[in-house]
C-alpha cells in the first residue's frame, strides 16, 4: 500500500505538469543526448598536519567534478562521472569496487546515498554517512589498537566522534567489540527505518549478503599522476535495492569524496602519515596500507567534508502501470529491440485514461507474430516479414530504428582501465558462434580443431585488429554469449556473416590465413538463421572426478546461451560470463556439481555477447564496430542514417522494408541495423484491439519519437522516425498502416496463398507500378535526420548512444521470464467425394469474390490517396 501510495504521489505530479501527452514527462530539467553534463561543481580541498604543535598544510587542491546524467535514470543505468585536480593513487588495487577497492591510498570514493545535501529538509531527508551504502562491513566499522585510530585525531570531528567508543551506544553484542581497542561504527539507516549495525557480515543489510543478487556499486576509483580520473557508476533503484529506497518519489544523490588524508589535530603519527605508495604505483598483492590516507575513512570529518553531492532523481518504476492503472492490459508481443523505448513509453499511455494500459510482453519475434496472427495478442513487434499461416492479412508499421550490437567488457594489460574501439569481422563472429575456440586444454581433444587457439584474444586475427591486449587463457573469450530462442536479431547477425566471402569460405571448411579450422559440428551450415543450434556434443576424456561425474558436452557448457537479450547485456555489465564449466560441492563427501563461473576480476576481464542497442546505451556498454568495405563502423547513428538510405519498401507499402546486409557493407553502413514494426492484422482484429493498435502507432511514431529519458520519449539507442529526412519514408508507412489497421478493410484470402503479384508475399492489392505510401526518396530533398514530428528533436548527428560520433530492472527480471510458446492443436486429413467434384466450382466463386473485393479496395485506397 506504501509502494502504491507513493507511486500515486508521482503520477499526480506528473498529471499536473502534462504527463497525458506522450512527450511529456516529470517536471525536472532532463539532459539530451549530446547535451551539457548535468553537474559539474569545484570546490578547494586541503589537509593539514601538526609538527611540534604547528599546523601546516601539506596538499592544496582544486578539484572539479562532473557527471553526464543526474535526473530520469533507471536501475543498472551507469553515469559517467569524471574528475580533476584529485591527488593521485598509490597503491592501486584490482578492483575499485567494494570491499576490494579499501586497500589503496587516496582514491576517489562514489557512493549512492539516499537523502540530500540540504540543511533545511527534515532530517530524515537529509543524506548522511549512515544513508550512504556500502556492501561490506570493512566499509564501514574499524577496530583497531588506539594508536592506529588516525580518526580519533581528525581536527574536523567533535569530541563524541574522538570516543573510543563511537557509532552505536551501546555495541551490540553481536558485534564482537574489543574493549581495549578504538571502534568507529558507521550504522546503515534503510528507508524502512530500519539501522542494521553493519559491524559484521550478518548485521548487514540484505542485499549486502554474501551471494547477493547484484555486486557492489561503490567504488573507491583510480586518479591517475595529472589528478584526473573517470569511472562508469551503477545507480540501484529500489528495484535493486529495496534498503537503500530510491525511486521517482525518494530523493537520492551520488556522493564523490576525493580522499586527502586526515587533517590532524595534534602529532599523533598514525594521523599523520602520507602513505606508502608512490603515486600510479599498484597494490595487486592487497599488501596494508596507510589508514589515515585510505578510503576506509571515507565517513571521518576530514574525507565527508569534502563531499561533491550530485543529486538525482528516478523515473517511474517499471511496474507503475501495473500499481496505479487497474485496467486490463493490451498486449503487445514481440522483440527486446523494443525494450528500452517501451519502458518510457508505457507510462504515458497507463496514466492518461483516455488511452489504453499498453504493454509490452519482450519473447522470440516469431512467436510473438504467431500471437498476434492467431488472435493471442493485439500485436507484435517484429524486425522482418514472418510468413503468415492463416488467412488475414498483417501489415506492418514502422516504429523504431535500432539494432543490435555485439556488446564487450575488456580490460587492458596492467589494470590501464577498459579497452574501447573493438573491431570484429564476420570470420571472427563465425568462430565464435560456430564454437571454434577451444575453450581450454579441455577442448584440445576435440577432433579436427586440435590446433585452433583457445579463445579469440590468441587468435591472429583478433590480434591484428585489436593489438596489445593480454593473452591469458579463460573459457570466456571462446564464446559469443547469445540467444538460446529464435530471434530476427539472430537472422540479422547470422546474415552478416553469410554475406562475407571469406568467412562462408571458413565455415564451409577452408582454414583461415592462421590454419585455424572451423568446428566439425558447424562445418557447411547453411546460413542466415534466425536460431542458433547448439550441435556439438563432445566430451572431453578426462581423469577429473567432477567431469567423470558431469560428462556433459563441453562446447554447449562453453555457449551456454540464455533467453533474453537484456540477460547478456547484464552479465556483460557484471563481467559475469555464463560458462557453465565451474566445479563445486558442499563437502568432501557430497558428489560434484557443474555451474556457472565466478565473476571476472577487474583487470582481467574479456566477454563478448549480443545486446541491443538500447540497452548497451543504458547500461553503458561498450559496443564493438563491425567490418565494412572500407573499414569498421561502429552502432551510431550516422552508421544507421547510412542504412536507412538503403532501405527498400514493398510494393504494397504494408510489408516490412528491405535492408540487403551486402548492400549495408558495401555502403560502409553499420550492419547491425534493424527496424522493428508494429505488426497486425488489417482484417477481423476485433476493433476495439484495432483501435489500440492504430492509436499505439500514431501516438509512438510522433510524440514518441521526441528524444530524451523522460516518460514517453525514445532512449539513446535508438534514430527518431520524423516526417522529414531519411527516415521519413518509415513514418509515411507507419501511418498508412495505423490507418489500415483501424479500418479493417484488408481483404483475407481464405486460404489462398495468392500475392500481390510482386513476389512480396503482400496480401492487399495495390497498383503494379505505385511503391505504396513510403518510398525510399528524401521528402523536401533532404537526407538529414530532422526534428521530431510535434516537438524539437536532437541533432542528426548525435549518436543513437547518446555519444559523440568519435566514441564508439526488477521489472525486467519479471519481463524476462521465458513465455511459453503457443501450441496449436494437431490437424486431422479428410476426403469427400462430393467435396472432389464441388471444391472446383468453389474455389472459382471464391477467386472471383476475391477480385472484386480486392478491386474495391483499391478503388477505396486510390480515393483515399487522392
Known amino acids: 500500500m506504501r509502494r502504491r501510495a507513493r507511486l500515486l504521489a508521482a503520477a499526480a505530479a506528473a498529471l499536473a505538469v502534462g504527463l497525458p501527452a506522450l512527450g511529456a514527462s516529470v517536471e525536472v530539467a532532463v539532459a539530451a543526448p549530446g547535451d551539457e553534463p548535468a553537474y559539474t561543481e569545484t570546490k578547494h580541498l586541503s589537509r593539514t598536519i601538526m609538527v611540534q604543535g604547528q599546523e601546516i598544510e601539506i596538499d592544496s587542491r582544486d578539484v572539479t567534478v562532473t557527471v553526464d546524467r543526474t535526473t530520469e535514470l533507471r536501475g543498472r543505468e551507469r553515469v559517467d562521472i569524471s574528475w580533476t585536480g584529485a591527488h593521485p593513487t598509490g597503491g592501486r588495487s584490482s578492483s575499485p569496487f567494494g570491499e576490494q577497492g579499501l586497500l589503496q591510498e587516496y582514491p576517489v570514493v562514489i557512493l549512492q546515498c539516499r537523502g540530500l545535501d540540504d540543511p533545511s529538509l527534515p532530517p530524515a531527508e537529509q543524506l548522511s554517512p549512515e544513508t550512504c551504502w556500502t556492501s561490506s562491513r570493512a566499509q564501514r566499522t574499524q577496530v583497531t589498537d588506539d594508536t592506529e585510530a588516525a580518526w580519533r585525531h581528525d581536527k574536523l570531528a567533535t569530541e563524541e566522534q574522538r570516543a573510543q567508543k563511537y557509532g552505536l551506544a551501546p555495541i551490540p553484542a553481536e558485534c564482537n567489540d574489543v574493549a581495549n581497542f578504538s571502534t568507529h561504527i558507521t550504522p546503515f539507516r534503510a528507508a524502512d527505518g530500519t539501522v542494521y549495525a553493519s559491524c559484521t557480515s550478518e548485521t548487514m543489510a540484505p542485499e549486502a549478503a554474501v551471494g547477493a543478487a547484484f555486486p557492489p556499486a561503490e567504488q573507491a576509483a583510480f586518479t591517475d599522476l595529472e589528478g584526473n580520473g573517470h569511472a562508469k557508476f551503477e545507480v540501484r533503484s529500489d528495484v535493486e535495492n529495496e534498503s537503500l529506497g530510491c525511486s521517482e518519489k525518494v530523493a537520492c544523490s551520488i556522493v564523490v569524496i576525493p580522499i586527502q588524508g586526515i587533517s590532524c589535530m595534534d602529532d599523533d603519527a598514525a594521523c599523520n602519515r602520507g602513505g606508502q605508495y608512490e603515486p600510479g604505483a599498484s597494490n595487486y598483492s592487497n599488501q596494508g596500507v596507510d589508514l589515515t590516507a585510505s578510503p576506509m575513512l571515507w565517513w571521518s570529518p576530514s574525507n565527508w567534508n569534502n563531499r561533491f553531492s550530485v543529486p538525482i532523481t528516478f523515473g517511474l518504476s517499471p511496474d507503475a502501470c501495473t500499481v496505479l492503472d487497474s485496467r486490463a492490459p493490451t498486449g503487445f508481443y514481440g522483440s527486446e529491440l523494443m525494450s528500452q523505448a517501451s519502458l518510457q513509453w508505457s507510462p504515458s499511455f497507463c496514466l492518461d485514461k483516455k488511452r489504453f494500459k499498453f504493454q509490452h510482453n519482450k519473447m522470440a519475434d516469431a512467436a510473438g507474430f504467431a500471437l498476434a496472427e492467431n488472435g493471442g495478442g493485439a500485436a507484435a513487434f517484429v524486425s522482418g516479414e514472418h510468413e503468415v499461416k492463416g488467412s488475414d492479412p498483417m501489415a506492418y508499421a514502422p516504429t523504431a530504428v535500432t539494432g543490435f550490437s555485439i556488446g564487450y567488457v575488456i580490460d587492458k594489460p596492467g589494470n590501464a582501465g577498459e579497452y574501447t574501439g573493438l573491431k570484429l569481422n564476420a570470420r571472427l563472429l563465425a568462430k565464435l558462434m560456430t564454437q571454434s575456440y577451444l575453450g581450454s586444454e579441455l577442448g584440445r581433444g576435440h577432433p579436427g580443431m586440435e590446433s585452433n587457439p583457445i579463445g579469440i584474444n590468441l587468435d591472429p586475427e583478433f590480434q591484428k585488429l585489436n593489438p596489445g591486449l593480454d593473452t591469458i587463457t579463460r573459457e570466456a573469450a571462446a564464446t559469443l554469449l547469445s540467444l538460446s530462442e529464435s530471434s530476427d536479431v539472430i537472422e540479422a547477425l547470422t546474415s552478416y556473416i553469410a554475406q562475407d566471402a571469406a568467412a562462408m569460405a571458413w565455415v564451409d571448411g577452408k582454414p583461415d590465413p592462421w590454419g585455424m579450422k572451423v568446428n566439425p559440428s558447424y562445418k557447411k551450415i547453411k546460413l542466415p538463421t534466425p536460431e542458433w543450434p547448439l550441435l556439438d556434443d563432445y566430451v572431453p576424456v578426462t581423469n577429473d572426478e567432477c567431469r567423470q561425474q558431469n560428462p556433459t558436452p563441453y562446447f554447449t557448457q562453453l555457449a551456454a546461451p540464455v533467453p533474453s537479450i537484456r540477460k547478456i547485456a547484464e552479465a556483460i555489465l557484471d563481467a559475469w560470463p555464463n560458462v557453465q564449466t565451474k566445479c563445486e560441492r558442499s563437502t568432501v563427501t557430497d558428489p560434484w556439481k557443474i555451474g556457472r563461473v565466478d565473476r571476472q576480476g577487474v583487470g582481467s576481464r574479456f566477454m563478448l555477447g549480443v545486446v541491443s542497442m538500447g540497452d548497451a ?129 484488408g481483404a483475407s484470402t481464405a486460404g489462398d496463398e495468392s500475392t500481390d503479384g510482386d513476389g512480396d508475399g503482400s496480401q492487399t492489392g495495390t497498383d503494379g507500378g505505385d511503391l505504396g505510401p513510403a518510398s525510399v526518396s528524401a521528402v523536401d530533398g533532404t537526407d538529414e535526420v530532422l526534428a521530431p514530428v510535434d516537438g524539437p528533436g536532437e541533432e542528426a548527428d548525435a549518436d543513437a548512444d547518446g555519444k559523440g560520433e568519435d566514441e564508439g530492472d526488477k521489472g525486467d527480471e519479471a519481463d524476462d521470464a521465458e513465455q511459453e510458446l503457443v501450441t496449436m492443436p494437431p490437424t486431422t486429413q479428410v476426403s469427400s467425394p462430393v467435396a472432389a467434384r464441388v471444391l472446383p466450382t468453389l474455389v472459382l466463386v471464391a477467386l472471383i469474390s476475391a477480385i472484386a473485393a480486392n478491386l474495391v479496395r483499391l478503388r477505396h485506397l486510390r480515393r483515399r490517396r487522392s
Open 617 to 745: 546505451a543504458r547500461l553503458g556498454l561498450e559496443q564493438a564496430s563491425l567490418a565494412t568495405r572500407k573499414g569498421f563502423v561502429a552502432p551510431t547513428a550516422g552508421g544507421l542514417v547510412k542504412a536507412l538510405r538503403l532501405a527498400e519498401p514493398s510494393r504494397s507499402g504494408e510489408k516490412p522494408f528491405t535492408l540487403d546486409m551486402a548492400a549495408l557493407v558495401k555502403a560502409d553502413a553499420y550492419p547491425g541495423t534493424m527496424i522493428v514494426y508494429t505488426a497486425a492484422r488489417t482484417a477481423n482484429l476485433p476493433q476495439e484491439d484495432a483501435d489500440k493498435v492504430r492509436q499505439f502507432i500514431e501516438v509512438a511514431t510522433t510524440e514518441g519519437q521526441k528524444q530524451g529519458y523522460g516518460n514517453g520519449q525514445l532512449p539513446p539507442g535508438y534514430v527518431p522516425l520524423t516526417k522529414t529526412g531519411v527516415t521519413a519514408p518509415l513514418w509515411k508507412q507507419a501511418q498508412a498502416v495505423a490507418e489500415a489497421i483501424g479500418e479493417q478493410e
